[in-house]
């Protein structure tokens, strides 16, 4: 069963993808001061494709809200981690290991 209207007011799907768009906005920027503007263009796209997804999963009782912070926080942790183990050199990183020190990190 989906909450056809659990957003007040609901969104029609150009206000989905421009909620998904704001919420990748913010990564933008964060990937842009640690990558490059290519990584975070990248990650600005799949991040709004993400963002999407987030929305949807929200709307059905069986996962909800909880479920999609969740998916959040997993993506958010498995990012952190990749970032960590380039900079620390952790052995089956070193496709990272390029990217990441020449930032500065």
Known sequence: KVQKYFMTP???EVGKLVASAMYAAYH???VFLILNVS???GAFLALTGLGRVLL????YPDYGLWTA???HSGVDAVIILAIVSA???VAG?????????RVGL
């Open 10 to 12: 609901p969104l029609t």
């Open 28 to 30: 933008f920027v964060v």
């Open 39 to 41: 990584y975070a263009g």
């Open 56 to 59: 949807e999963i929200r709307r």
């Open 69 to 71: 912070t969740c998916m």
């Open 87 to 89: 900079r620390y050199k």
């Open 93 to 101: 990183m070193s496709f990272l290991q390029e990217v990441i020190p």
